[in-house]
């Protein structure tokens, strides 16, 4: 199977930079992609990572390690809005187009 | 343009009863996901659609729970003699067909809360 974890919660102050962790065990790995989900919310699209690196898009850059099972996202000049959960979700060849999901890392962002 | 739309969006029913969840996907989307999302859990894989082929359904959790696809539109999702631990915001998803690249994210609707007294 495959296991995904992120740690549960994390705690920022506005204007700050804060770095999202996931790690994940696949055997086939196909993309890994993050989700920004508000509460009472559907989740949202953030970005995408196939080949190890940095990826960056304006406030929020993902990084993905391939060998070592590790993604993580960053996101620069906080924001009060950004406090949501982010969900790392892993696609895997052994399980067709399936996106399995972590559990999520829910960010507060304090003034 | 139009997104992911589902149908309820709010469902109280009495425990025992069938319910019927229904998901709009994007126009021109071959690919269609259920996801089930507890308070303050993770998304959790019920089904997964792709074009005709035959469905994904290694997630379902009882044989309470199907779902079908007409062609490449409507979904709907049916839970039958609900109980009280299905209670959860059940998440359609849709994709384009991206032949293996794996680089189509996900577009979600906003779910179906679904409470089972």
């Known amino acids: 199977g495959q296991n995904i974890d992120q740690p549960t919660e994390m705690t920022a102050t506005e204007g700050a930079i804060v770095q999202i962790n996931c790690t994940y065990q696949?055997?086939?790995?196909?993309?890994l992609f993050w989700y920004q989900q508000h509460a009472g919310e559907a989740p949202t699209f953030l970005s995408y990572?196939?080949?190890?690196g940095l990826e960056e898009k304006g406030r929020f850059s993902s990084f993905l390690s391939r060998s070592k099972g590790y993604s993580y996202l960053l996101l620069k000049e906080l924001q009060m809005k950004d406090s949501a959960s982010y969900l790392c979700a892993v696609r895997d060849w052994n399980y067709g187009q399936n996106f399995v999901f972590g559990p999520g890392t829910r960010l507060s962002v304090l003034p | 343009g139009a997104g992911v739309s589902q149908s309820p969006s709010n469902k109280v029913t009495e425990k025992g009863k069938d319910v019927e969840l229904r998901c709009d996907p994007i126009s021109g989307h071959t690919a269609l996901y259920w996801y089930r999302q507890r308070l303050g859990q993770g998304l959790e894989f019920l089904i997964y659609?792709?074009?005709?082929?035959?469905?994904?359904k290694s997630g379902l959790p009882s044989d309470r729970f199907s779902a079908e696809r007409t062609g490449e539109s409507v979904s709907t999702l049916t839970i039958q003699r609900t109980q009280q631990e299905d209670s959860a915001v059940y998440l359609c998803a849709s994709s384009l067909t991206d032949r293996g690249r794996g680089s189509s994210p996900l577009h979600f609707g906003n779910g179906t809360r679904l409470t089972v007294t």
């Open positions: 696949t055997s086939g790995f196909n993309g």
């Open positions: 659609f792709q074009g005709n082929s035959a469905p994904d």
């Open positions: 990572n196939v080949l190890d």
